[in-house]
Structure formats: structure tokens, C-alpha cells
Nanobody
Framework: QAQLVESGGGSVQPGDSLTLSCAAS????????IGWFRQAPGKEREGVSC????????DYADSVKGRFTVSKDNAKNTVYLQMNSLKPEDTAVYYC??????????????????????WGQGTQVTVSA
């Protein structure tokens, strides 16, 4: 059974950095696109970033471009989200999830939550002064 577990969240000040991890198990990790999403209180879940199965392609929401970097280590079955220059509006629960089929980068990069599955439990990121 596919399982994804996020970690690395915390409370930081504006301008600080955090690195989130998404550890995968129970499926062939290196054939799936993995996405990062976030949900703030009272708001819908939104796509943040995604990385293709090989790690050769990445994409980002406009709100995080230039500040966040997604990467993966297929040997460790782990995807990372390096978040720099954090802002209060980045405060949310962050989730990782698997695209609903192998490959499919051109669709996966649209980061529609309904197209992803095997959601983790989420990790809280709070940015405040």
C-alpha cells in the first residue's frame, strides 16, 4: 500500500528557511510524479510544487517561484522541499501526494489536488514574527 509521510515543519520567523521531507513506501517511487500542496485555515488546498519521476522536471506555483526548490533522492525514496525567504502567507499545513498514475508529467504539473492520491498526514509550517 502506497504511503507518504511528511516531516520537517515548524515555527519560524519571516525570512527563515525550512526543508520538508516526504518519505515514500509501498510503491515504485521512481515512476511517479510527486507533488507538494498546502492548505491554510479557511482556504482550499493549493499546489506548491511537483517533481517528475526522474527528478529531471520540476514546476512551482507562482507564489513560491524563486524561493522554494523541490528535489528527490530515488535511492532514499524521498522528496524534499527547500523553502527559503519564508513569508507569513506561507503558513499552512504542507502535504505531499503521488500523481494518480505513472508518468503523466504534462498533466501532473498542473497540480490539481484531485489528480493526486496517497496523501500524507501533513506537516505544519508557521511563519510569524
Amino acid at each position: 500500500q502506497a504511503q507518504l509521510v511528511e516531516s520537517g515543519g515548524g515555527s519560524v520567523q519571516p525570512g527563515d528557511s525550512l526543508t520538508l521531507s516526504c518519505a515514500a513506501s509501498g510503491f515504485f517511487f521512481d515512476i511517479y510524479t510527486i507533488g507538494w500542496f498546502r492548505q491554510a485555515p479557511g482556504k482550499e488546498r493549493e499546489g506548491v510544487s511537483c517533481i517528475s519521476n526522474t527528478g529531471g522536471s520540476t514546476d512551482y506555483a507562482d507564489s513560491v517561484k524563486g524561493r522554494f526548490t523541490v528535489s528527490k533522492d530515488n535511492a532514499k525514496n524521498t522528496v524534499y522541499l527547500q523553502m527559503n525567504s519564508l513569508k507569513p502567507e506561507d503558513t499552512a499545513v504542507y502535504y505531499c501526494a503521488r500523481f494518480n498514475r505513472p508518468g503523466g508529467w504534462s498533466y501532473a504539473r498542473l497540480l490539481q489536488p484531485a489528480d493526486f492520491e496517497s496523501w500524507g498526514q501533513g506537516t505544519q509550517v508557521t511563519v510569524s514574527a
